[in-house]
């Protein structure tokens, strides 16, 4: 059965501190790991497509990175505007463009 | 741009009522999606639609009903509503299953006592 998983639940930061989000999946195949980020009574905001092992994606202070079991997403000196909640999908190759998500990271970060 | 709108934003209900959530998109988008989210569970697939008059099965297609009449709107219905589908209800679009991304709306918030 397929599984994603995103730890932490929860992270709390101080701004300019850097800290790295994780999404791990066990998948017959890999079509493509999306990260999404969602602000509360929000729909989610599309971030990153990955597709393959060694890929990696930058957008402002965050970065994504994949490789055959897990995605990490780096926010690099982050701001209190980047608090929010983190979202993790994936694309198997026999799902047809469904996607299955993660849980979540909820990101606080304090001035 | 609006992108994907979808009405209403929060609605109360009785066990045994039925109501129909409606999902706009104006990004001439193929694909349309409903899901769910539920604390702790992430969001989950209802039903989907691969263009205007399909409809498909998701992983969580019990108790729901959905219509893709015309190509810019995907009807999400609840037929008799049971305290099991209160929940936040997602409608998504896209234009490719696979090289798109998935644009969502705000959300129904949806409380069935």
């Known amino acids: 059965e397929d599984q994603v998983t995103q730890s932490p639940e929860a992270l709390r930061l101080q701004e300019g501190e850097s800290s790295s989000l994780n999404c791990s999946y066990t998948v017959s195949g890999l079509r493509g790991l999306f990260w999404y980020r969602q602000d509360p009574g929000k729909g989610p905001e599309f971030l990153f497509t990955l597709y393959s092992a060694g890929e990696e994606k930058e957008k402002e202070r965050l970065k994504a990175t994949l490789t055959k079991k897990e995605s990490f997403l780096h926010i690099t000196a982050p701001k209190p505007e980047d608090s929010a909640t983190y979202l993790c999908a994936v694309m198997t190759t026999d799902s047809w463009g469904k996607l299955q998500f993660g849980a979540g990271t909820q990101v606080v970060v304090t001035p | 741009n609006a992108g994907v709108t979808q009405t209403p934003k929060f609605r109360v209900l009785k066990t045994g009522q039925s109501m129909t959530l409606l999902c706009a998109q104006d990004m001439n988008h193929e694909y349309m999606y409903w899901y769910r989210q539920d604390p702790g569970m992430g969001l989950r697939l209802i039903h989907y639609s691969v263009g205007e008059g399909t409809t498909a099965k998701g992983e969580v297609p019990d108790g729901y009903n959905v219509s893709r009449l015309k190509k810019q709107n995907f009807l999400l219905g609840l037929e008799s509503a049971a305290p099991s589908q209160t929940s936040v209800y997602f409608c998504?679009?896209?234009?490719?299953?696979?090289?798109?991304?998935?644009?969502f709306g705000d959300g129904t918030r949806l409380s069935i006592l």
């Open positions: 998504a679009s896209s234009y490719s299953t696979v090289l798109g991304p998935q644009h």
